[in-house]
């Protein structure tokens, strides 16, 4: 994986020294709280409901045992022993300390990670594909690419006070793990006729408005793709609608201009951009990508004793086949039953950054699922991998089950959230763990926010709830046919919203129907985009 | 209507110059008024302006300012480099709601002096505008003083 150089070290370096001086102003009364919210929010600064909130990035998902470690240990320094992943494969902890943050970004250099850009209305982490580097079906690792947008978004000087935030996902397989077309830029790696580009696809994204985002270039090459990324960013920053927050995001002005049209003026910008030399030397990409070459591969078995039930159903379950026969890339479940989604202990960290070292080159794989992924893993350490992972309760074998919920933070920590999401994902995770269900299910993905902003993907749910407030008490609305993945499209509301003990019934009734009425080798979503909304309607309101 | 006299910094208003050549002490006026007046050289963008507008009359424009009504709006960044790119060469001043932390961006979007709302710290200033000794990307700075950006210089002067 990418390691710094002195630059790269530099600049992390220069960005903790900075903060110091900036929280120092703020302490000093040279900065006003206004004045210093953006600048801490440029450091993944939060103040939440009950304490400031820190997101640490993880560049598109990847880190070694090293950096988890690090993970761990701040957890239990300076947190209360855990840590939450997130929808963004990043990391954030939820009981920081104000005078604590600059020595827990200094910590984190020593690591090569920061907190830089992880909010504000800046260009955010960079997330990719969780299998990148691993997965049987890429046309290449995008994570090169993902590294080199990451550099140049870095600091960006004209690109820092965007009207609001901005995602960008790279992958380089047809199949999409990564919900690349609900972000602000969608980046596919395509090979046509042997040459490897860029097809861009800008404007999607979640939150009160969803939007698939359509493509714009279908193909960039290579040598062009920060111009062609400064293009489209340019054009969002002169003219992204900044008289309302709520439609400041780029998919408003894709939407508003139209995808032609937006087009057209990012064209425009692109042919005057490529006269100004923007993008950095081929060269640079090929030192990026000689990091991201392959670990060394043995040759092993190919099969494995599945005569152990629990560890057959997890293995079929939560590992994922790899470019290499003898390998596979294993998925740690962040989502025991009855647990809080995304959370992990400093403890459960260090021992993922163990068994990393033990059974994965090293290497560590954030899921936009708030799951963790070991890469590389050979199918002969399968038993013994599983055996520590069972050991430790990380070993649920739920991987796109009902039980694998995607859950925002919600009321329980969130300063924007209507509603509770944690105590609802416990809840239902338990009775379809309860009801044996889960499995007969296959693959379904639900997902709960507990506010309109989305945070949870409902829109991107087969099953998806948004908790509202109604009249003061937390609400549930039900949506249904969502997906982020290649076959992408947004869920639709049922209908009149639930109480908590509703809603969870209603999960329950529109699971019980599909299970009626499935064809073979259906999954719950195909059953819905056959049948449509009615009959679920039925059985929810009739 | 504002007439165009009445607003615009003056010369006194500058708190930082990076340049030496004699100062433009005529009153700045809009975008609209510039294209119509063939002998104004002093300009004032506001957010909201195409800063592209400007470019078949910048061999007679001096004195560019732009207008950071809030610091939060970040459109006076793509104003000031597009006019560098076009060759801009004249003083570039960023006025308004400037603040010491947006100093080193505004430099490397090519501005060259500032008149901020509120006087700033002067050590502080001076600490923010050195706050990137390297840089990853190619901007107005990199374009016009040769500064070299990472990339460049991992790869030798040719790269």
New interface residues.
């Given amino acids: 994986m990418y390691a710094y ?1 002195r ?2 070290q ?2 992390v370096d ?1 960005r903790v020294a ?1 903060f110091r ?2 929280a120092r ?1 703020r302490l000093e009364g ?1 900065l006003t709280e206004d ?1 210093f919210k ?2 801490r929010l440029m450091n993944g600064l939060y103040l939440q409901l009950h304490a400031y909130m820190l997101r640490v990035a993880i560049p598109y998902g990847t880190l070694n045992s090293r950096q988890m470690t690090m993970l761990g240990d701040i957890a239990d320094r300076y947190d209360r022993g855990y840590g939450h992943f997130t929808t963004r494969q990043n990391i954030q902890y939820n009981w920081i300390k104000l005078e604590d943050a600059a020595d827990i970004l200094a910590d984190l250099a020593t690591v090569e990670m920061h907190a830089i850009q992880t909010s504000g ?1 800046c260009i955010r982490n960079i997330s990719s594909d969780h299998f990148a580097g691993a997965a049987h079906d890429e046309v290449t690792d995008p994570r090169p690419y993902a590294e080199l947008l990451r ?2 978004s ?10 609001r935030k901005f995602k960008i996902c790279v992958i380089a397989s047809e199949r999409d793990r990564a919900a690349m077309r609900l972000h602000d830029i969608g980046i596919r790696i395509v090979e046509r006729d042997g040459e490897p580009g860029a097809q861009f696809f800008v404007g999607g994204g979640m939150g009160r408005t969803p939007m698939i985002a359509p493509m714009v270039r279908d193909f960039v090459p290579l040598d062009h793709l920060v111009t062609y990324a400064e293009a489209c960013l ?1 054009v969002y ?2 003219y992204g609608r ?1 008289d309302n927050k709520y439609k400041a995001r780029i998919k408003i002005l894709v939407h508003e201009l139209g995808a032609e049209e937006y087009t057209r003026q990012v064209e425009e910008e692109f042919a ?1 951009l490529i006269d ?6 081929f ?2 990409l090929e ?1 990026i990508r000689a990091y991201f070459g392959d670990p060394p591969f043995d040759d092993g078995p190919k099969t494995i004793d599945r005569s152990d039930p629990d560890f057959a159903v997890w293995v079929d379950r939560n590992t994922h086949r790899h470019k290499h026969d003898a390998y596979v890339s294993a998925v740690i479940s962040l989502k025991p039953v009855g647990g809080i989604p995304g959370d992990a202990t400093g403890e459960q960290m260090r021992l993922m950054a163990r068994l990393a070292r033990e059974f994965s080159f090293d290497e560590i794989r954030v899921m936009h699922t708030q799951n963790v992924v070991l890469p590389h893993v050979r199918i002969c350490d399968l038993p013994k991998l599983w055996a520590q992972l069972h050991e430790a309760g990380l070993g649920a074998p739920n991987m796109d089950t009902i039980e694998d919920i995607i859950a925002c933070p919600g009321l329980d920590y969130c300063s924007l959230a209507n509603a509770r999401s944690i105590p609802l994902a416990q809840r239902i995770s338990e009775r379809f763990d309860k009801s044996g269900k889960t499995e007969r299910l296959g693959e379904l993905k639900l997902k709960i926010s507990g506010c309109i902003n989305a945070c949870g993907h409902h829109h991107a749910g087969h099953i998806g709830i948004l908790g509202v407030d109604r009249k003061g008490k937390e609400n549930y609305q039900l949506s249904l046919g969502g997906s982020e993945a290649e076959d992408v499209s947004l869920a639709k509301i049922t209908g009149p919203g639930f109480d908590e003990d509703g809603v969870i019934e209603a999960v329950e009734k529109v699971t019980d129907l599909y299970l009626a009425q499935r064809t073979e080798n259906e999954r719950f979503i195909d059953t819905y985009r056959r049948l449509g909304m009615e009959p679920f309607k039925e059985a929810l309101y009739g | 209507m504002v007439e165009p006299t009445d607003f615009g910094t003056s010369p006194d208003d500058v708190q930082f110059r990076f340049r030496d050549d004699e100062r433009v002490d005529h009153a700045a006026v809009t975008v609209d008024s510039a294209l119509d007046q063939t002998n104004a050289n002093a300009v004032r963008i506001e957010p909201s302006d195409d800063a592209r507008l400007l470019i078949p009359f910048l061999d007679r424009i001096a004195l560019v300012e732009i207008n950071f009504p809030a610091f939060t709006d970040g459109r006076g960044y793509s104003a000031a480099r597009i006019l560098r790119e076009a060759g801009y060469e004249g003083e570039l001043r960023a006025v308004g709601d400037v603040l010491i932390d947006q100093l080193s961006h505004m430099r490397r979007c090519g501005f060259d002096s500032f008149a901020p709302d509120k006087v700033l710290d002067e050590e502080d200033a001076k600490r923010a505008f050195a706050t990137w000794e390297n840089v990853y990307q190619v901007a107005a700075d990199t374009s016009l003083t040769g500064r070299r950006t990472i990339a460049q210089k991992r790869h030798g002067a040719g790269a």
């Fill in positions: 150089d630059y790269d530099a600049m220069a900075e001086d900036q102003r040279k004045q953006p600048l209305n550099q140049w870095s600091f960006h000087p004209e690109f820092s006070y965007l009207p340019r920053n002169r900044r005057h100004q030399g923007v993008e950095p030397p060269a640079e030192r």
